[in-house]
């Protein structure tokens, strides 16, 4: 199989901002976010759907998604709800997206993915969000 573009981020031979990794996952900004804050929490291993996950990387997936989740409440207390869509419908290794958000407007967002993302604002995000690595 070839390696996904999420792969290639966890090998380090795509840029991201990282917030958060551990043995089983890896957790970044998404540079085109249904709102801000969005994060990208995947298996290290790739695999095409989540539920094709082993038990083990399934539920680091979840526990690395909780973490996050947790985060983004206290990075954005502005914000009612956070979000968590499950996905690996773009390209085959399972996802979460995890976003704060308040109305279904917001939920419901279609980003414009032909955007320039601001690395200057995604660098201010992951601040306030990186997690400590557990290695």
């Known amino acids: 199989?070839?390696?996904?573009?999420?792969?290639?981020?966890?090998?380090g031979e795509l840029p991201c901002h990282k917030v958060y990794e551990d043995a089983l996952t890896f957790a970044f900004l998404d540079i085109h976010p249904i709102q801000p804050?969005?994060?990208?929490v995947v298996p290290k291993k790739q695999v095409?759907?989540?539920w094709n996950l082993d038990d083990e990387d399934y539920q680091a997936l979840m526990a690395t998604g909780k973490k996050v989740a947790r985060k983004l409440k206290e990075a954005f207390p502005d914000k009612h709800y956070v979000a968590l869509h499950v996905e690996g419908l773009e390209?085959?290794?399972?996802?979460?997206?995890?976003?704060?958000?308040?109305?279904d407007t917001e939920f419901h967002n279609?980003?414009?993915t032909?955007?320039?993302?601001?690395h200057d604002a995604l660098a201010q995000i992951a601040a306030k969000l990186?997690?400590?690595?557990n290695l």
């Open 91 to 103: 390209l085959a290794h399972a996802h979460l997206k995890i976003f704060p958000f308040n109305t």
């Open 37 to 40: 804050g969005q994060v990208v």
């Open 130 to 133: 990186r997690l400590p690595d």
């Open 48 to 50: 095409d759907y989540v």
């Open 110 to 112: 279609h980003p414009d």
């Open 1 to 11: 199989m070839e390696d996904s573009v999420f792969t290639k981020i966890i090998k």
């Open 114 to 118: 032909g955007a320039e993302p601001d």
